[in-house]
């Protein structure tokens, strides 16, 4: 385990960062706020098809799934501010392309590389473990959770705004040209005002190579349990992510303003509970129950979705899901955090949103395949049966000892 001195040393450092990180993290999650619930539209404007739309949506997971090991990984060694300011430039310049894409194909491609660039949710996570206590970690894990769904608030609205789907490719234009630069403001804020959370050392350690982390994660029951969590749970709520739009459209009629109303919404319920209680209810209750509690709500209002009848009913099943998420996937990364060694915080965590990537990958076309095949309603049944698991894996991965984990070798 890592010197109790040098922890304190850094953290002594770099503790007031946290709130600055927020707040331009926060801008950048408006710009992916944004960009989310116009995707099917705007991937309907190429005239694709339900699997090409699904696979402009999935692209996103595919290159995460690959940049949050990788940029986890290297945040650990090199530090995690050249990481964040080179990664959030990346995506500033993806979103831009996708502006300018021409066809469906390249769509794909712009999507694929800004989802490696923006695979930067480990060394995030790694930053807010280098400046936190253990005691502290779930509760600043739901403050990014909080600034991720307040962006939720302000960029679905405001896309929403900013699209003309009537204009045909043409109308998404500006809601992407906004994202780009909010990418390029949050680029230049972390670079002016963000300070680095990790002491330079003269020799910093490799660390455990990405497969000997694999099997370290495979032989301990209590971090496989909760990375199956994250992919079982994560496949679920994509692939709602993913079919919302067009299922509401199927169902009310509604455009991209009412999707975005909604998540606007969503949004509102989820930061407010994760300002407020998450980080309360984990440090009274435990992680490990509040993450099952929060799955089996989701799992229950998901399920409650198609019998909604009208605007009130979907709102109202869609933020109660919400409020459950927010709940639990805070203690996800807080879990791991407390039992994996402080030096290789961003590779365990990167390895956990790899998994994370990889469920938004095959999310999405589990939901399409439900809706194309079965029913428009068949996604949200899929969803609340791939969470079942999900709930008594999360509770049998609770109070998990330190001495479970140990850095691969």
């Excluded at 696979?55 to 799934?65: K, N, V």
């Excluded at 608030?153 to 994202?179: D, M, Q, R, W, Y």
């Excluded at 370290?216 to 994509?238: D, H, Y």
Aim: proline residues 5%.
């Amino acid at each position: 385990m890592a010197d109790a001195a040098n922890r304190g040393t850094e953290n002594k450092g770099t503790g007031g960062a946290l709130p600055t990180l927020l707040s331009v993290m926060f801008i950048n999650l408006v710009g992916f706020g944004i960009v989310v619930p116009l995707l099917p539209f705007y991937a309907k404007s190429f005239n694709a098809a339900p699997w090409q739309i699904a696979l402009i949506f999935s692209a996103y997971a595919i290159g995460a799934f690959f940049g949050e090991p990788f940029w986890g990984r290297l945040s650990d060694r090199v530090g995690r501010k050249p990481l964040l300011v080179s990664t959030v430039t990346g995506n500033c310049l993806c979103y831009l392309a996708l502006a300018l894409a021409p066809n469906v194909y390249v769509a794909f491609l712009v999507r694929l590389l800004g989802g490696m660039a923006s695979g930067n949710n480990s060394v995030i996570q790694g930053y807010i473990a280098d400046v936190s206590t253990p005691d502290q970690r779930s509760g600043r894990m739901s403050l990014l959770g909080a600034a991720y769904n307040i962006g939720f608030i302000v960029g679905p609205a405001l896309g929403g705004l900013l699209a003309h789907p009537s204009a045909g490719h043409a109308g998404f234009v500006l809601p992407l040209f906004v994202c780009s630069g909010l990418s390029a403001v949050c680029a230049s804020a972390i670079f002016l005002f963000v300070p680095e959370s990790r002491v330079h050392r003269e020799h910093f350690s490799q660390g455990p190579s990405r497969w000997a982390v694999v099997g370290s994660v495979l032989s301990n029951p209590a971090i496989a349990r909760l990375m199956l969590v994250t992919f079982l749970a994560g496949c679920a709520f994509n692939g709602i992510e993913y079919v919302f739009g067009l299922w509401t459209q199927a169902r009310f009629g509604w455009g991209p303003q009412q999707v975005g109303g909604a998540f606007a919404v969503t949004g509102i319920v989820a930061a407010i509970n994760q300002i407020a209680l998450t980080g309360r209810l984990s440090r009274k209750f435990g992680e490990a129950q509040m993450l099952a509690a929060g799955m089996a709500l989701t799992a229950l209002f998901t399920a409650f979705q198609p019998f909604s009848v009208n605007t009130i009913f979907v709102i109202a099943c869609l933020a109660i899901a919400a409020f459950g998420q927010s709940v639990a996937w805070p203690n996800v990364s807080a879990l791991i955090s407390r039992n994996v060694d402080w030096n290789h915080q961003g590779q365990y965590q990167g390895l956990n949103n790899a998994v994370g990537a990889l469920a938004r990958l095959v999310g999405p076309f589990i939901a399409a395949l439900a809706f194309s095949g079965l029913s428009v309603n068949a996604p949200f049944f899929v969803a609340a049966l791939l969470v079942m698991p999900a709930i008594f894996l999360a509770w049998s991965a609770r109070n998990p000892r330190s001495s479970e984990m140990r850095p691969a070798s």
